[in-house]
Every structure is written in structure tokens, then in C-alpha cells.
């Protein structure tokens, strides 16, 4: 997972402005009781901080991936 897809998922679940407050504010155990933010810093995996994040806060299986976005079309130049 790449830090933009990581930024989406918790912006599409939590709004910008409350996805902010976690990230810098709540913290998780499962990460050795940092916040989401600290983990970035300390390179912990995207993946795995989205996955405490959701395990924390009760995030139904079927929304851990997010909106289906549509298929952009390939420009080859």
C-alpha cells in the first residue's frame, strides 16, 4: 500500500479534518502505542497501520478497501 492509498481510505472513511485528528491523536496498541502518524514516522507499513486503525475502531470488513474508483484509461505516448 502507498502512503497516497493509505491518506484515501482514511479520508474516505473518516472525512479529511477527523482522518487528521486520528492520525495525530489516537493511539493505537498494536502499534506499540504510537499514533498512526508516529508509526509513518517510525516506517511501519501502511498496510498495517490501516489495519490496526480499522481493527481499533470496529471498521467493517467490507469498507477495509474502500470506494471502488473508476478504471482511468491508459495514455501511451
Known amino acids: 500500500m502507498k502512503h497516497s492509498e493509505y491518506r484515501r481510505l482514511m479520508n474516505e472513511e473518516f472525512g479529511s479534518a477527523y482522518a487528521a485528528v ?3 491523536s489516537h ?9 498512526p502518524d508516529e508509526a509513518i514516522v517510525d516506517g ?15 471498521i467493517p470488513e467490507e469498507r477495509r478497501l474502500g470506494r471502488d474508483l473508476p478504471i482511468r484509461e491508459r495514455r501511451d505516448v
Not at 493511539?27 to 499514533?35: D, F, I, P, S, Y
Open 27 to 35: 493511539v493505537l496498541q498494536a502499534l506499540g502505542n504510537r499514533t
Open 44 to 58: 511501519i507499513k501502511f498496510r498495517e497501520i490501516w489495519l490496526a486503525v480499522c481493527d481499533d475502531l470496529q
Open 22 to 24: 486520528l492520525g495525530n
